[in-house]
């Protein structure tokens, strides 16, 4: 049976590259902050084969940007992230979870700092810039929230930065990792940023003219053939195997960001105001009840959930469940994301997991699913 | 050439009916506040035939809720948009534009009064609980704000009474329009309301317990096959003969109610505060410059663009855009919604659409497609 059809209309919205998606064999979509985002070309095992190995080109366009410029623009970004985004400099981009005042994640934006009081949130699949409006109108500050006509389009894979040398210069082989520097493509102006949704190696290229898409796609898939590059998207299988989380299958309003894994990305108690200061050092102290896991299953390549798998322990008691699965066959296993409660977190414990192949033994991995 | 697929993941949520839609020949969809949204079982055409003859049972858990509850609950609801809530009774819905700060549309969706200070907002497909959340917040309004577990199955078409009363009892005639009760289907609670996503008559059925949703689909089918019931959903040339809007299509962020046509819902001035006071003053005095009209396309079926289509006047002049789009059979021609310029909106204008299949003239209709 092949899988149901997706219907399109302008609520779905189009992106500046989706003709070129289409033409080059986007077969698969989903919708991402109301737009079209592709999700397969080939098979997910053919596209990520090619992507390790040589360099594909994205539309990502779907990863939307929320603007905040004005006088308090430092402020409010500050309020919602505990992440202390003073120490991010103009040129530098950070992963910051969005934490509202319940200790929930909101979404895990990049944010891209353009000056002093102007940001770019690159945004997960949330209406991020209806929180911000929010909180700006409520707390009467002075800044101006809205969504620019910026679409970014990814460069990934391990040739990137050959290629994209090529089209604009050696110069890109210097940009470090999560920092932007403005450029043209083909005279068109860019924000060119070493970053994107894997662990390959590449650029997010934000363009901010979205008549332009067809234009800016061409002149790099032109230099793109001699590199062997093909269309692609973010694949299922390497982002598992990277540790890439997706928000709304890993997370949702109802996590907060220690049982995630992202209490690394921010120190609690940063000088400036936020939001989520007491809910965190709330649940900071009190510890967490459940936590994310790489979890490791047994078997012949599974068929991923339609939404989730439960997670059972030794003695066939709930604990969890899976939110995200692909078959690897660089790990020879099913690689899934899992959120368990915190007594069968620990890196070795022996799950199982209710699949619809049956129930399977799983075990808890180690980031970069070591055992 | 088929469609695209859809992808389905954790992210993208499954309803509590979503397997009978399935069962019963789903074979499209949408994505609509992030969860699955049946889009075509048959034909469009089809499906359209049987609704306005016969019975239907929608998956529309899409509809998400946002319940605000607590003691300032009514102020926060009102402050929200410029209709006057306070005039809705326990027990009744009314269709409310959600309006930002600065007069632009954030949402239209019903508000369900279920308390004094208790309320769900039955929202289109954008992120009103994060909006909400933030204003509270910035507000520090003594509130709850968040979405409970309910889940909307809609029974449309003419036989719906027939139908609803067979399954509840005779009370449920009584049922005036936009009211709701409380009431039970196979022991299960729910609130059943007079209202629905076509003109063809019905109720929306407002369960909340996700685990209950087959039980309710199978107590309602079961009733059903007397009266020909089938498995359907919000059908494309039924909202457009109807003249139902679809916010992101018809409507955005940068869309004052004025031009959308939906002034007709509120009148200025409500004693209450509301955010959009100011900006709705001005913009009603200032004059719209933009206004979605009816817009009827001659020739033969068209197939509905994939975002928009340009409308031109006499001069070949861009003046707006095609937003949605059907041909509708009882009308004998193709039925659009389109937004133009204001001195293009007069009822009998002669505009042009440049359409997929070549440009085609077009006249401006009044409501429910008069000449």
Redesign the interface.
């Known amino acids: 049976m092949?899988?149901?059809?997706?219907?399109?209309?302008?609520?779905?919205?189009?992106t500046p590259y989706?003709q070129r998606a289409?033409e080059q064999g986007?077969?698969?979509?989903?919708?991402y902050n109301?737009m079209a985002l592709s999700?397969?070309y080939r098979t997910p095992e053919e596209d990520y084969a090619h992507l390790v190995e040589h360099v594909q080109i994205w539309d990502v366009a779907a990863e939307r940007q929320v603007e905040v410029v004005g006088p308090d623009a430092l402020a409010l970004v500050e309020l919602i992230t505990p992440r202390d985004i003073s120490q991010c400099a103009i040129g530098q981009c950070v992963y910051a979870p969005l934490v509202?005042?319940r200790g929930g994640m909101?979404n895990d934006p990049l944010i891209l700092r353009l000056a002093e009081n102007r940001f770019w949130i690159s945004i997960a699949?949330?209406?991020?810039?209806?929180?911000?409006?929010?909180?700006?109108?409520?707390?009467q500050m002075d800044v101006k929230v809205f969504?620019p006509d910026v679409s970014p389009l990814a460069i990934q894979g391990p040739k990137s930065d050959d290629l994209m040398a090529d089209v604009i210069g050696p110069e890109v082989r210097n940009v470090r990792f999560f920092r932007f520097i403005e450029t043209q493509i083909a005279g068109i102006p860019v924000i060119l940023a070493r970053s994107g949704w894997s662990g390959q190696g590449g650029f997010e290229i934000y363009l901010q003219d979205s008549g332009l898409g067809l234009a800016l796609w061409d002149a790099i898939w032109a230099k793109g053939e001699a590199y062997n590059i093909r269309a692609g998207c973010p694949n299922l299988i390497e982002r598992l195997e990277t540790g890439l989380l997706?928000?709304?299958?890993e997370m949702r309003?109802n996590n907060n960001p220690f049982e995630c894994g992202l209490g690394r990305f921010f120190t609690l108690g940063k000088k400036a105001e936020y939001?989520s200061r007491e809910a965190l050092d709330r649940i900071a102290k009190e510890g967490i009840k459940q936590k994310m896991i790489n979890l490791a299953i047994d078997g012949d390549p599974l068929v991923?959930?339609?939404?989730?798998f439960d997670v059972l322990d030794h003695a066939d008691k709930v604990v969890g469940i899976v939110?995200?699965l692909a078959y690897s066959r660089k790990f020879a296993t099913n690689l899934s994301f899992a959120t368990v409660a915190i007594d069968s977190a620990a890196k070795g414990t022996k799950l199982q997991v209710v699949t619809s192949q049956g129930t399977r033994a799983a075990t808890v991995r180690g980031s970069g699913w070591k055992d």
């Open positions: 092949s899988n149901p059809q997706i219907v399109f209309s302008r609520r779905s919205r189009q989706e289409l986007a077969k698969a979509f989903t919708i109301h999700a397969v509202d005042e909101v699949d949330s209406d991020v810039l209806l929180w911000v409006m929010g909180i700006a109108y409520g707390r969504e997706s928000y709304g299958s309003l939001m991923a959930p339609r939404s989730t939110t995200s």
